[in-house]
């Protein structure tokens, strides 16, 4: 018997924080060691972003969205 797929659903571009995001520990791209998440910030307001960012909300052992952002791509 064959199962249903789940469909994936995407939502439109918006704002978010980078207060608000986190490094997915499933994210295979490494930041050069030394370089903190400030410093990517600074980096960003000052040359603009190269390439958007994809996120997923980060939920709590329940499932309720925690209000932050995780990274699994990209960084």
Do not use: C, H
């Amino acid at each position: 018997m064959a199962t249903a797929v789940q469909k994936i659903t995407l939502s439109s571009s918006r704002d978010i924080p980078f207060n608000k995001l986190v490094l997915s520990q499933a994210n295979v791209r490494r930041v050069k060691a030394g370089v903190s998440i400030e410093e990517l910030a600074e980096d960003i307001a000052r040359r603009g972003l190269l390439q958007g960012l994809n996120v997923r909300a980060v939920v709590d052992p329940d499932g309720v969205e925690t209000g932050m952002y995780e990274i699994p791509a990209g960084g």
